[in-house]
């Protein structure tokens, strides 16, 4: 059964940082491109960051370049997205997902066939 699983969500003050991890179960993540997603109540699920299976590259939304920064390790498996400068519109459940569409390389909720099932990130003072 494929799975990924996020962690390293939490409450943090503005300014602060945070580090999530995705983590895969029953399949290699060096075949797949990962994008990170995130909801806030009551908004539609925005496509944040995209790295390609290889790392070599990487996309971001307006809302977060400059601030947060995707990057992996395939022998462990693992994807991680550093988040600085953490702002209060930053709230919302973080989501990892895969995408196995060999030539995908964006941020569109369609691209992606496999999800976490998320990961609270709190920003307040």
């Known amino acids: 059964q494929l799975q990924l699983v996020e962690s390293g969500g939490g409450s943090v003050q503005p300014g602060g940082s945070l580090r999530l991890s995705c983590a895969a179960s029953?399949?290699?993540?060096?075949?797949?491109?990962i994008g990170w997603f995130r909801q806030a109540p009551g908004k539609e699920r925005e496509g944040i960051s995209y790295?390609?299976?290889?790392?070599?590259?990487?996309k971001y939304a307006d809302s977060v370049k400059g601030r947060f920064t995707t990057s992996r390790d395939n022998a462990k498996n693992t994807v991680y997205l550093q988040m600085n400068s953490l702002k209060p519109e930053d709230t919302a459940i973080y989501y990892c997902?895969?995408?196995?569409?060999?030539?995908?390389?964006?941020?569109?909720?369609?691209?992606?066939?496999?999800w976490g099932q998320g990961t609270q990130v709190t920003v307040s003072s």
């Open positions: 029953g399949f290699t993540l060096d075949n797949y491109a």
């Open positions: 790295i390609s299976s290889g790392g070599r590259t990487t």
């Open positions: 997902a895969a995408s196995s569409r060999t030539y995908y390389s964006g941020l569109a909720v369609a691209g992606y066939n496999y």
